[in-house]
């Protein structure tokens, strides 16, 4: 399995951004699809964002959609998050994760279809 480690959480006011990153490390990452989720505290684990290895495809959950753009850079093996106007409801743990998928196009958007998964970067959005 790949290995990931998230970053750039932090705690930021309404209205900022911020951009969070995903190191991949382990297996060859233009093979896997990657999928950023969050958890608020007491709330289930969500998906927001997801894309093809390709990035032919991407996918936003409704309460990120214009606001949040994911990305990724194969050469890197890191995927992104930017996340602009920033609202309280948006504070959580934000998770990536990665699925082994050579589509160009077909998404994975579901928790369950993740086998890999980093340990979490807590984004904290005051009012």
């Known amino acids: 399995q790949v290995q990931l480690v998230e970053s750039g959480g932090g705690l930021v006011q309404a209205g900022d951004s911020l951009r969070l990153s995903c190191a991949a490390s382990?297996?060859?990452?233009?093979?896997?699809?990657m999928g950023w989720f969050r958890q608020a505290p007491g709330k289930e684990r969500e998906s927001i964002a997801a894309i093809t290895w390709s990035s032919t495809s991407t996918y936003y959950s409704d309460s990120v959609k214009g606001r949040f753009t994911i990305s990724r850079d194969n050469a890197k093996n890191t995927v992104y998050l930017q996340m602009n106007s920033l609202k309280p409801e948006d504070t959580a743990v934000y998770y990536c994760?990665?699925?082994?998928?050579?589509?160009?196009?077909?998404?994975?958007?579901?928790?369950?279809?993740?086998?890999?998964w980093g340990q979490g970067t807590q984004v904290t959005v005051s009012s």
């Open positions: 994760a990665a699925k082994f998928n050579p589509s160009r196009t077909v998404l994975s958007t579901l928790i369950y279809e993740y086998p890999s």
């Open positions: 382990g297996r060859t990452f233009s093979n896997y699809a």
